[in-house]
């Protein structure tokens, strides 16, 4: 075997690594803010990050690209992707790579650091392009993601996109793969499960990023169009407040049965402990960013304050024969639990050389794009983190959700269906 290093920023990481503890994000997908109207025209783009992937002697190599916060305060979150595409990318290079076309090869990844800046994203991409002609290059946000949509057609590269937005997927995009479900799938659960347990009144404080607002905009609309009330509507700054007491008092006083609440998972404990602290009683409607097992490791253990909350179900409360040995093998190299970010990036890597293997090309964009829901089918149960059915037609990855709901101090899964 032998190793290849990127070789700048590595301090960045490696404090990153010892921060964080590899453990899930407390920095979410989308708070970087309102998307880039286009590419940069100009600058080199971020650092490059050391990340050391072995490569199996003997093998052609295939660089894959990355763009994420490495540095600054979503750090966190981009290590927590990477930990996931490393994983999955060492595992298969350990075991002799794959094979295309009766060649073996290998993966090795590339990651630049963009801070969470759609224009740094967008200058990384086409450096990753013109430098490493990667075929395919993962961004972990949607204000990159757009930046990017701008131009990968015309630079001919298959962008993995992570974020839940749905227009993501309604650009008429032919590269561009979008890897976890969208944020609107939710929306009707959650609130019926609310409306059942608490009542129909709903106050929103949801985090002032784009990501938080649109998720009032799908939100309102849907709890008044299933009889619901909406009492009160008003926006947190996790950039600027350190203390919510004042915000959730004014919600308070419209005397709701649910809080919609939500942003990374640290702040929004914070703003359901300070609420349970002023007396609220009701139920929690948490968006998608926050994930209710970090919420309560966040409080140390707060089955009262968590209780009456519905949110997006945690990878470690649904293991299943396809994602066990993964948490398992996470745990003992992370020393923490890992998140849908690990697991999906994982997940991806391996739908992405099952792809590469169906089409019978590694450098072809176009004909890898074609071949993922194939490559999909192809993955080994043990690879299968989550339920996912299809690669769509739009390049969205249809998922059998579930969500969870907190009851008796307990976090649950419950099917939409049921």
């Known amino acids: 075997m032998k190793k290849i290093s990127m070789v700048f920023g590595g301090i960045m990481l490696l404090l990153a690594v010892g921060c964080n503890g590899g453990g899930e994000s407390d920095v979410t997908e989308e708070a970087e803010g309102t998307p880039a109207p286009g590419a940069p025209d100009g600058g080199d783009g971020g650092e490059e990050v050391e990340v050391e992937t072995e490569v199996a002697e003997g093998t052609e190599v295939v660089d894959i ?32 790579g794959f094979e295309v076309d009766g060649e073996m090869y290998s993966f090795n990844l590339v990651s630049l650091d963009d801070q969470y800046l759609p224009d740094e994203t967008g200058a990384n991409v086409r450096r990753l392009v013109q430098e490493n002609d990667t075929p395919a290059i993962f961004v972990p946000h949607s204000g990159g993601t ?8 015309e ?48 106050a929103m404080l949801a985090p002032n990023t784009e990501f938080g607002m649109d998720w009032v905009e799908a939100l309102g609309p849907a709890w008044e169009e299933m009889g619901g009330e909406v009492v009160h509507d008003s926006s947190v700054d996790y950039e600027q407040d350190t203390d919510f007491y004042t915000l959730i008092t004014n919600a308070l006083s419209d005397d709701p049965d649910v809080l919609f609440v939500g942003g990374s998972s640290e702040p929004t404990a914070q703003v359901m402990q300070q609420a349970r602290e002023l007396g609220f009683e009701g ?40 994602n066990e040995q993964f948490v398992s093998n996470y745990q003992d190299m992370h020393d923490a639990d890992p998140g849908s970010e690990a697991g999906y990036h994982y997940y991806s890597v391996y739908i992405l050389a099952e792809a590469m293997q169906a089409a019978g090309d590694t450098e072809n964009a176009h004909a890898i794009r074609e071949h ?8 080994d149960e043990d690879k299968r983190i989550y339920d996912v059915t299809e690669v769509a037609e739009d390049g969205g990855m249809t998922t059998e959700l579930r969500m969870a709901v907190v009851e008796d101090g307990e976090i649950e899964l419950v099917d939409f269906d049921d």
Do not use: C
């Open 65 to 96: 690209g990355f763009s994420g916060p490495l540095s600054g305060a979503g750090a966190y979150y981009g290590n927590n992707t990477l930990n996931g595409l490393t994983m999955a990318i060492d595992e298969i290079n350990e075991s002799g």
């Open 146 to 153: 757009y930046a990017t949509q701008v131009f990968n057609e």
């Open 155 to 202: 630079d001919e590269v298959l962008l993995g996109a992570y974020s839940s937005e749905p227009e993501i997927t309604q650009q008429d995009n032919d590269l561009t793969w979008r890897i976890p479900p969208t944020y609107d799938n939710y929306v009707e659960p959650f609130s019926e499960y609310q409306m059942e347990r608490f009542g129909t009144d709903l």
């Open 283 to 322: 139920g929690f409607l948490v968006m998608d960013q926050a994930k209710l097992d970090e919420i309560d490791n966040v409080l140390g253990g707060a089955p009262d304050i968590i209780e009456g909350s519905v949110g997006v179900a945690p990878l470690v409360h649904d293991i299943h024969e396809g």
């Open 372 to 379: 993922l829901d194939e490559g999909l089918q192809q993955v």
